[in-house]
Nanobody, 122 residues
Framework: QVQLVESGGGLVQPGGSLRLSCAAS????????MGWYRQAPGNQRDLVAR???????TYPDSVKGRFTISRDNANNMVYLQMNSLQPDDTAVYYC????????????????WGQGTQVTVSS
């Protein structure tokens, strides 16, 4: 099996920064696109950032210029640096990846982490 485990969430004041990490583990053959999504209570889960294996990244306008996604292919990690955080950024943040397993190396499945809470409040 494959697991994604996030870390780094917490409580931060407006204007502050946090860095989220996500570690992929298990019977991994290859990881394609990785990304971060977030979901606030009563809202749908929205894209925050995504990055290809070749490090091409995409952001929605709501976080562009404040958030930066990066990845470490050698260690199956993806990171989200969040700066200038605002109360509207409060949500559960989920790691996402398209992963192929060793037993089916050409078939990519979607995997999600369990989520990490980010709260921006004074």
């Amino acid at each position: 099996q494959v697991q994604l485990v996030e870390s780094g969430g917490g409580l931060v004041q407006p204007g502050g920064s946090l860095r989220l990490s996500c570690a992929a583990s298990g019977s991994i053959f290859s990881i394609d696109e990785m990304g971060w999504y977030r979901q606030a209570p009563g809202n749908q889960r929205d894209l925050v950032a995504r990055i290809t294996r070749d490090n091409a990244s995409t952001y929605p306008d709501s976080v562009k210029g404040r958030f930066t996604i990066s990845r470490d292919n050698a260690n199956n990690m993806v990171y989200l640096q969040m700066n200038s955080l605002q109360p509207d950024d409060t949500a559960v943040y989920y790691c996402h990846a398209y992963v192929s397993r060793a037993d089916q190396p050409l078939y990519f499945r979607q995997y999600w982490g369990q989520g990490t809470q980010v709260t921006v409040s004074s």
